[in-house]
């Protein structure tokens, strides 16, 4: 069967390969694309370099590498068979057939000869068609002659779980649903925000739980609300410090806080979220705080960041993909994808330990075991065994508050 490959207006609309890269109304740079693939193949001239996307430089693998880093992973679940359904070549053509706009900034790919503005296509004002998202998520509706809508956020998702932005009572939810491991990543979501709300720190992205039908089954997804807006744009930490050479006698950690500094942010701030964040994982044994998992938002008219971007994207924590759960010392020798490689070592950046007030917590282990008992199927003594694992955590914290170094591994308990 011929699938019609349409646009926002649901047209069949055939392409050169030079675009023009936007931000927002403005032009930014002329580029070649490779249609098939999706590809930056050529930069021929940037007109604003100032307007480039933050840590992004006039060279074509500096262009490139930023548009690829926008599209789905290719090792996304799935991703392969979408795009053999939808009869594209790779993530980046995919992306490509819908401007490569987003719901993370505010730029864009226009096609020489085609006249649009960016009132007319973002997706922060306009409505999109959902039947995208729910091809790259199973789940919903397709068009039964396969007459599917690229015009669609849902393509320009990083990350390796399924998701999909939709839209509810006007504002946006980024969907995101994974059906092994007993969908405990979208329910760990929900426990990092109730972690966040118990000790009262307020920047975080309040994550909801609810239901989704793939295949005639219901599985746990988490909704977060959209954190970016038309004034404000997401900046990742990686963006900040990829291209800077980290001396040796400093740390990432450090580097990070200093990148953000010359960009506008105040020292105190950047500091103490990200010590709150590294003691927050801790307790939940989140292990994938890599450098596109924290961040910043940017203001366009100023250039410069303006705050830390709300605490994301807790999904990996709680041993989800652990058939067994560790126990007393081998909770200090968790493996981690952040500043360090192994996650209590990364209390060592902790200068203030006592950000995260323990006594707030004391029922918090109880909640997280039934939101595991209500929202999954996984066996009882399995929820009650990573509930102990945030007990056991959180009494590491307390000796770590007492001043003891429990990364050396000393006999503290």
Request: charged share 25%.
């Amino acid at each position: 069967m011929e699938m019609n490959i349409t646009d926002k207006a649901g047209d069949v609309v055939q392409q050169s390969g030079l675009y023009v890269l936007k931000h927002k109304d403005l032009d930014v740079a002329m580029v070649q694309m490779d249609i098939s693939t999706g590809r930056v193949e050529y930069v021929l001239a940037v007109y604003l370099p100032e307007e480039l996307p933050v840590g992004v430089s006039e060279s074509v693998k500096s262009i490139a590498g930023w548009w690829k880093s926008r599209a789905i992973p290719d090792t996304r679940r799935g991703i392969q068979q979408a795009l053999e359904y939808l009869q594209e070549k790779t993530n980046l053509s995919l992306m490509l057939s819908g401007y490569g706009l987003s719901l993370t900034d505010h730029y864009w790919m226009q096609p020489v000869g085609e006249e649009a503005c960016w009132r007319d296509l973002n997706f922060y004002e306009n409505d999109f068609s959902d039947m995208l998202g729910n091809l790259l998520t199973d789940s919903g509706k397709i068009d039964a002659d396969r007459n599917v809508s690229k015009f669609s956020p849902a393509s320009s998702v990083n990350g390796e779980m399924k998701k999909k932005w939709v839209i509810r009572d006007g504002i946006r939810y980024l969907l995101k649903v994974n059906v092994n491991d007993y969908g405990q990543q979208s329910v760990n979501e929900v426990t990092a925000s109730r972690l966040h709300e118990q000790l009262g720190w307020d920047n975080y992205v309040p994550y909801l739980l609810d239901k989704i039908l793939i295949e005639g089954k219901e599985y746990p997804c988490s909704l977060n609300p959209l954190f970016t807006s038309q004034e404000y744009e997401f900046v990742s930490a990686y963006q900040l410090i990829k291209d800077y050479k980290v001396p040796n006698t400093s740390s990432g950690f450090e580097a990070v806080i200093r990148q953000t500094v010359r960009h506008g942010m105040e020292e105190k701030a950047v500091r103490e979220q990200l010590e709150y964040t590294i003691l927050t994982d801790f307790i939940l044994s989140n292990t994938d705080r890599h450098f596109n998992n924290f961040g910043f938002l940017f203001d366009p008219l100023r250039h410069q960041l303006v705050s830390m971007a709300p605490i994301f994207d807790t999904g990996n924590a709680l041993f989800y993909n652990k058939e067994v759960i560790p126990t007393k010392g081998y909770l200090l020798e968790i493996a981690v994808s952040s500043f360090c490689k192994r996650e209590a070592d990364m209390l060592r950046y902790v200068s203030c330990p006592d950000l995260v007030n323990l006594d707030l917590l004391d029922h918090f282990p109880q909640e997280a075991e039934a939101l595991l008992r209500e929202n999954t199927e996984m066996p009882d003594d399995r929820a009650a065994a990573i509930a102990g694992t945030i007990r056991q955590k959180i009494e590491y914290l307390r000796l770590f508050q007492q001043g003891k170094k429990i990364w050396k591994r000393e006999k503290y308990w």
